[in-house]
Every structure is written in C-alpha cells, then in structure tokens.
C-alpha cells in the first residue's frame, strides 16, 4: 500500500510546500496555506480525458480557414456589449461579484431571454435547491419549458447531464461549490476549482457550449481561487456595485472576442435588472450647479464615451502630513496632479487636505481625466466654482503641459449630444475632424492656460 503523501497549498495562488508555511512565498498572503493530501490514482481524470481524444497535427498557418464567430445575441444591450457583440458558442465566460449584487438575477434574465429564441439552457445551481431556484424565477416572472434546472456539486453527475440534455448554454451557480469525486480536497480549494473549470473548459471546446461560470470575490474584490482561473476562460467579467444602490456596473477585464474594460450599466428594480441606455445622464443627474470643486470629465469606458462629475475638496489640515484620499481614480494621481500644480502654478498645497471623488462609484483609470482632476482641486482650492456646462479632457504632464487623448471627436460628440456649450481640450486633439456646431472646442497647451478658460471667466 502506498503511502499518503501530504502538502500544503495556498488558497491564493497555488504555491505548494513539503511544510506549513505562515506567510505563501509566491503572493505574500498570511495564514493561507491549507494541507492536503496527495494520492496518486488511476482515474478518468480531466488530463486523461484530453489525452484520450485523436491527436492532431500542426498545421500551416496559411491553410487554416478563418472565419468571424458566430454570436447569439440576448435582449440586453447592455450585456452584449460587454461581451464584444454577443455569446460566442464554445467559449467560457466568469462572472464575479460581491454577494447580493445580482449575479444570480442576471443569468437567470439571460436564460429567459436565450429560452424566447428556442434555445435550451441548464441552470445548475450548487448553492440553491430547485424550489429556491424556481421562486427566484417566480420573482423575475419567468415562465419557460426550455430552462431545465439542475442542483448538484458533484461534477461527474453534471457532465452527465450536459452530455445527455446537449444545452447549447450552461450555468454554473457557483464554480466554488462544485467538486470533482477524483480530487481529495475540499470544494472551494485550489486543486478542486482547477480541475472542475478544466473540465467545463473540455466540455465547452469541444461540444461549442458557451458556459458562464458564477465566482465568489473576496475581500479585496479579486474573484476567489488561483490566478489561473481567469487565465483558462475566455472572458471575465466583474459586477460591481452597492447593495445599498440600485445601479450595477458589469465591466470586462478580459475578453478574447472583444474590447477589454468595456462597461454597462443596469439598474436593480423588484422585476429585476434593467438596463441603462444613456449611462452619462445617470451619472451627471444628481449633479450641484454653481458648486466650487466640480467638473465634468468625458472618459473612455471601452469603446463608449461616459460623461462622470468628478468633485475635489481641499480643505486646511490639522495634521502635520496633509492627507491625499482619492476615490474612483488611482490614489497615485491624486498626489502627482498636486505636485504639478505647487510647482508650475505656485499654488500652496502644502498644508492642504486634499480629496477627490468620482461621483457614481465608477472607477476611472485613463490618464484623460488629468486636467479634470486638475482643475476641481484649483476649483475647490480658491472656492471659485466652474461653469456647469464645461467639460474638461487632458492628460497632464509633469512639466505642466496638456497632452493629447485619444477618441476626442467621439468625447466631443457625447458632451455635445447632452448640451454642454464648451469642452476644453488639448491643442494637440485639434485638426482632421469636425466638432458639432452647438459646442465651442478650446485647444490648451499647458495647466496654467486651461485654467485661465475654466476659472478666469473667458
């Protein structure tokens, strides 16, 4: 008989030692590492799954056909365009977020709306029993004979029934409680997410299954499990928001058929989620005329332009180091931008507490913002408020220059379209295009000439 071996793998990332170690040497986490038992077993694992199929060939390049993959579209505009146009038959789609935002909403509206086209989806709960699952349903008033419900963790039982049913979509609620009978440790774990998303990453190849995958997040937001779980699928997907706040942001971070950090907005009422068709009219609704510290930024999401108020707070400190809190942008901006503006403005930020929010809770991290962020510290700084119908895009250099951004004429034609009379830019972004006759474009060249535009009344 032989003898069991045992080792210790960490919950994060995957490293594995002979010995119990307090802090994992590969991602600096503390009280992670998890003993496990090592047995070697001759099984029908997920390798000898693959290793058993017809070997192929390498294959010149130039004799491969190539061809645009095909994609089902769902109801939700939003959502399709997260995706890069649609669902791609074969591929493998994570979703994160944190409990309670609506990841479970959210595929069950999908799975209604794929059901309408006549297209047969399995939802495999391993959270949730069918009854729950079915009053869930009664909630979102979906009625559908083509959504076959299935509660089970163990994954042999699963690929049996998605082999038998053949659903050209699957759902797995959630990948943390599923379990593959051949692997010792407990579901949740590293081996166990590792295997078990391998082998719904074979069933999805090579039967074009589009399966979405449901993953549980941590404290510090990342979805829970090894990094090599968001290397194997095709798209991941974050659902971000406040439970507390009825607007939810689903934002892709990878996605192999699309435009990465694209954004969509939906918004969290008793029938479920609804879509917001003009995201920067949300985000600006609730916005304070008149009010010193506030301006208006056109940012990229992806391949949309969004319009977001971004408010600055620069208030005396009663500490003896000023402190920098930035919410919604990178906290290492924040101090950058006011470093610039001491020394090429000659502005006294040394004793200041300074404070910059994006309002709405989305996350911003284009250096296009700058001269926003700029111009609501100075704003904020001498209480002198902008005009409400500016809007301000630049990338702010060290020496004080304005630099150019990219997709300007696409950020001018959404400030225009929501009645702003002037947006002021880099000189630089003037020239090959046409802005829209009912907004004035003013070209600036460094810090010191934008803010003569936004605060001296010209």
């Not at 994060?12 to 994992?24: A, D």
């Not at 029934?161 to 599923?178: A, G, K, M, N, R």
């Not at 074979?202 to 997040?217: D, E, M, P, Q, S």
């Not at 008793?270 to 009219?281: H, K, Q, R, T, Y």
Request: net charge neutral; glycine share 8%.
């Amino acid at each position: 008989m032989a003898k069991k071996k045992t080792k210790f793998m960490c919950q994060s990332c995957g490293y594995e030692s002979p010995k119990w170690m307090g802090r994992c040497p590969g991602c600096g986490e503390w009280n992670q590492m998890v003993e496990e038992v090592e047995v070697v077993t001759k099984t029908r694992g997920v390798f000898n799954h693959t290793a058993s199929s017809t070997p192929t060939k390498a294959t010149p390049l130039t004799s491969i056909e190539s061809m645009e993959e095909p994609r089902v579209t769902t109801d939700m505009l939003e959502l399709n365009r997260v995706l890069g146009g649609g669902i791609v038959p074969g591929s493998l789609v994570l979703i994160g977020g944190d409990p309670g935002i609506g990841k479970s909403t959210l595929l069950l509206q999908v799975s209604d709306q794929l059901t309408r086209k006549q297209e047969k989806v399995l939802y495999i709960s391993g959270e949730e029993s069918v009854k729950q699952t079915k009053l869930r349903a009664n909630r979102l008033d979906i009625k559908s004979e083509n959504l076959y419900v299935y509660a089970e963790t163990n994954l042999d039982p699963i690929r049996q029934t998605i082999e038998e049913l053949s659903p050209p979509f699957v759902i797995i609620d959630s990948i943390q409680t599923i379990y593959h009978p051949d692997v010792t440790s407990a579901p949740g774990s590293v081996s166990q997410v590792r295997e078990c998303t391998a082998e719904l990453m074979r069933l999805a190849k090579t039967k074009g299954i589009a399966i979405f995958i449901v993953g549980h997040v941590t404290k510090e937001g990342s979805i829970a499990g090894p990094r090599i779980l968001e290397h194997m699928v095709d798209t991941v997907l974050y659902f971000e928001g406040e439970r507390h706040h009825s607007y939810r942001i689903l934002r892709a971070v990878k996605n192999r058929f699309g435009s990465t950090n694209e954004m969509g907005i939906f918004e969290m009422k008793e029938i479920g989620l609804e879509e917001v068709a003009n995201p920067s009219e949300m985000f600006l609704e609730e916005r304070s005329k008149g009010a010193a510290g506030s301006t208006v930024v056109a940012s990229m999401e992806g391949t949309r332009p969004v319009l977001v108020e971004i408010q600055a707070l620069i208030s005396p400190t009663s500490y003896g180091n000023p402190r920098r809190m930035a919410t919604g942008i990178d906290h290492s901006r924040l101090p950058l931008i006011m470093a610039v503006l001491e020394k090429r403005l000659g502005m006294l930020l040394q004793q200041q507490d300074a404070y910059v929010k994006v309002a709405g809770g989305v996350k911003l991290d284009e250096p296009a913002i700058d001269l926003a962020v700029a111009v609501s510290v100075v704003s904020s700084f001498r209480d002198q408020p902008t005009k409400p119908t500016d809007c301000i895009i630049g990338e702010v250099g060290l020496t004080g220059e304005v630099r150019r951004v990219s997709r300007v004429e696409q950020r001018v034609q959404e400030a225009a379209k929501l009645g702003f009379e002037r947006i002021i830019l880099p000189a630089n972004n003037i020239g090959g295009w046409t802005p829209p006759s009912s907004i004035q474009v003013i070209g600036v060249h460094s810090v010191a000439e934008a803010m003569k535009y936004a605060l001296g009344g010209t």
